[in-house]
Structures are given as structure tokens and as C-alpha cells.
């Protein structure tokens, strides 16, 4: 069973940063791509960005430029450095992960609990 762990939540002043990282752990074939959602109260759950194992990179418009995402698929761990905070990138994350369990399974989409991030004005 895989199982994913996010760090490195918490509270910050507007215009600070954080590092999200997320570790999985349990047999995996293969990974094909992970990333960070976030949902914040009231809202549907969005996309923050996304990294597939070929190192290609997807993030949603209202993070571009302030956040980066980074992944290494052979040790199933993704990173999220965020700048620039604003208020409104107050949220719950959660890391995912997009893979097979074994050679011939089928894709599943794995995910963490979830951490708080929580930026004040």
C-alpha cells in the first residue's frame, strides 16, 4: 500500500515563503506524474502544479512565478517552494501521485493527508 506524507505547513506573513515536501512510502511500479492540489474553505479543491517523471511542469496561473514545483520519481518525493505568499493561497495541500502499482495495473492516483498553509495579511 503506498502511502504519501506531506511536511512543512504552517503560518506566514504575506510575501513569505514556505516549502511543502511530500514523501511516499510502499512498493510502487512506476510513477508517471505528482503534484500539489489545494482547497481552500468554500472553494473546490484547484490544482497548484504538477510534474510528470519526464520532468515536464504544469501550474495553475495565479502561482506562476511564485511557486516552483520539483519531483524525483525513482525516490517518489515532490517539493513545493512557494514565494510571494498571498492571503489567498491560504489552504489545505495535498500531494498526489499518479501510478501503476505494479507492472500491468492499472494508473491510481494516490494521495496525502493534506497540511495547512495558512497566510496572514
Known amino acids: 500500500q503506498v502511502h504519501l506524507v506531506e511536511s512543512g505547513g504552517g503560518l506566514v506573513q504575506s510575501g513569505g515563503s514556505l516549502r511543502l515536501s511530500c514523501e511516499a512510502s510502499?512498493?510502487?511500479?512506476?510513477?508517471?506524474?505528482m503534484g500539489w492540489y489545494r482547497q481552500a474553505p468554500g472553494k473546490q479543491r484547484e490544482l497548484v502544479a504538477d510534474?510528470?517523471?519526464?520532468?515536464?511542469?504544469n501550474y495553475e496561473d495565479s502561482v506562476k512565478g511564485r511557486f516552483t514545483i520539483s519531483g524525483d520519481a525513482a525516490k517518489k518525493t515532490v517539493s513545493l517552494q512557494m514565494n510571494r505568499l498571498i492571503p489567498e493561497d491560504t489552504a489545505v495541500y495535498s500531494c498526489y501521485l499518479n501510478g501503476r502499482p505494479w507492472r500491468f495495473g492499472h494508473p491510481t492516483d494516490y494521495w496525502g493527508q493534506g497540511t495547512q498553509v495558512t497566510v496572514s495579511s
Open positions: 510534474i510528470t517523471s519526464d520532468g515536464a511542469t
Open positions: 510502499g512498493s510502487i511500479y512506476s510513477i508517471s506524474v
